[in-house]
């Protein structure tokens, strides 16, 4: 079974830091997503990546960056933390023509 | 550009059938996908269906895909109280595993 694992259930963080989300998979997977999720919106895309080092804006990447260092791990940075962004942040894996594998989610606070 | 739509609630008692509606804009869909979250977890894969297909059947699941209205429903035939969940469409256009979400419809078995 695939596993897609995000390092914190629950994070509260302050506005102005710089914040890390983790998310690590580990089926080999080429490519790799970040959305956020919000009552009533679904889910946004923020960035993917479809190999090592590369990555390519979602829809609403404004405020957020990626890396990709090695193919497993993929992380989202939040490089000044606002209120706006307190959210549920969803990490997902896929290889092509197959179904995407989420991680159970990180519920960011930002006070 | 593309688009997924489904309607945010819906209410059903236990014991009966329950059917989750999703409309798309683009006919070039590959694959489409029912994805199930419960409260506070990432979101679990249920069923997909490629779209050369009208149906499948997977237990107490069936998926129907009318694809000259662009329409895909998830049945669940029996619904039980842990089927109370979150209930997203997603849709496959081929992007190199990019998914377009719907916005997700909140299902609530009452008892």
């Known amino acids: 079974d695939v596993k897609v694992t995000q390092s914190s259930r629950y994070l509260v963080k302050r506005t102005g830091e710089k914040v890390f989300l983790e998310c690590v998979q580990d089926m080999d997977h080429e490519n790799m997503f970040w959305y956020r999720q919000d009552p009533g919106l679904g889910l946004r895309l923020i960035y993917f990546s479809y190999d090592v080092k590369m990555k390519e804006k979602g829809d609403i990447p404004e405020g957020y960056s990626v890396s990709r260092e090695k193919k497993e791990r993929f992380s989202l940075i939040l490089e000044s933390a606002s209120t706006n962004q307190t959210s549920m942040y969803l990490c997902?894996?896929?290889?092509?023509?197959?179904?995407?594998?989420f991680g159970d989610g990180t519920r960011l606070s930002i006070l | 550009g593309e688009d997924v739509e489904q309607s945010l609630f819906l209410s059903v008692r236990e014991g009966d059938s329950s059917v989750i509606n999703c409309t798309y804009t683009?006919?070039?869909?590959?694959?489409l996908y029912w994805y199930k979250q419960e409260p506070g977890a990432g979101l679990q894969l249920l069923t997909y269906?490629?779209?050369?297909?009208d149906m499948k059947q997977d237990q107490r699941l069936t998926v129907l895909l009318n694809k000259k209205d662009k329409h895909l429903s998830l049945r669940i035939a029996d619904t039980q109280t842990g089927d109370s969940a979150i209930y997203f469409c997603a849709v496959d256009y081929n992007q190199g595993g990019k998914l377009i979400f719907g916005q997700g419809t909140e299902l609530s078995v009452k008892p």
């Open positions: 997902a894996s896929v290889q092509i023509n197959q179904p995407q594998h």
């Open positions: 683009d006919s070039s869909s590959t694959y």
């Open positions: 269906i490629f779209s050369n297909m």
